[in-house]
């Protein structure tokens, strides 16, 4: 039972276009949403964070929305450079209340910036 | 340099021989956790440890051994490893559970044949 989803295994975006990669979850008790990202042959590297209680945040080229409605949330990149290309991981945690010890991960999207 | 070690970085084995992958974090962080990383799955959570001491199970402990003697160390170990553990490893860390980002290993990709 996948509660974190991401259902682009790819992506292909020009160089100084957007990149918009997406992800779904399905446990209303996650509280607190981050993006990592993760470059071959090393480990994953924490990018951005989103807490439930608001709705956007930015941080330079990189901002994540936060749908919570719609227990969805998005990454949007701009504008993408080449050395944005890697693999993305979407992740969720309950509150600490729920036991934040866990962090659940999606499967990755790839995503390649072409020049 | 703030960071996660992990070693060995690459391993291939046979089933049954007991392997010990060793991880140290030079952060005093209390939390520490190990992850899988297989295809179309993404990462998911062996063991993790919120102090010396205290480990508890994640997602996918079956087949693995943890202990947190000290706060630094935080090693995995396969008593019996099977084909089906064959897959590449992370461990993380972070000063608290909670609200906040693990800082991850570079990783160790076991082979069990």
Not at chain 1, 2 to 13: A, E, F, M, T, Y
Not at chain 1, 54 to 83: C, M, Y
Request: aromatic share 10%.
């Amino acid at each position: 039972d996948q509660q974190v989803k991401q259902n682009s295994p790819s992506l292909s975006v020009q160089e100084g276009r957007i990149s918009i990669l997406n992800c779904d979850y399905t446990n209303s008790m996650f509280d607190y949403f981050l993006w990592y990202k993760k470059y071959p042959a090393e480990g994953p590297t924490f990018l951005i964070s989103i807490s439930s209680i608001k709705d956007k945040n930015e941080d330079g080229r990189f901002t994540v929305f936060l749908n919570k409605s719609a227990k969805h949330l998005s990454l949007h990149i701009v504008p993408s450079q080449p050395g944005d290309s890697a693999v993305y991981f979407c992740a969720a945690s309950p509150s600490i209340i729920q036991g934040a010890q866990k962090l659940v991960f999606g499967q990755g999207t790839r995503l390649t910036i072409n020049p | 340099e703030a960071q996660v070690t992990q070693n060995p970085r690459y391993l291939i084995t046979v089933t049954g021989k007991k392997l010990t992958v060793t991880c140290s974090q030079n952060m005093n962080h209390e939390y520490m956790s190990w992850y899988r990383q297989d295809p179309g799955l993404g990462l998911r959570q062996i063991y993790y440890s919120m102090n010396v001491e205290v480990t508890d199970k994640g997602d996918v402990p079956e087949g693995y051994k943890v202990s947190r003697k000290e706060k630094r160390n935080f090693p995995l170990i396969l008593e019996s490893p099977s084909p089906n553990q064959t897959s590449l490893y992370f461990c993380a860390s972070s000063f608290h559970a909670g609200n906040q980002p693990q800082h991850f290993g570079d990783g160790t990709r076991l082979s069990i044949l």
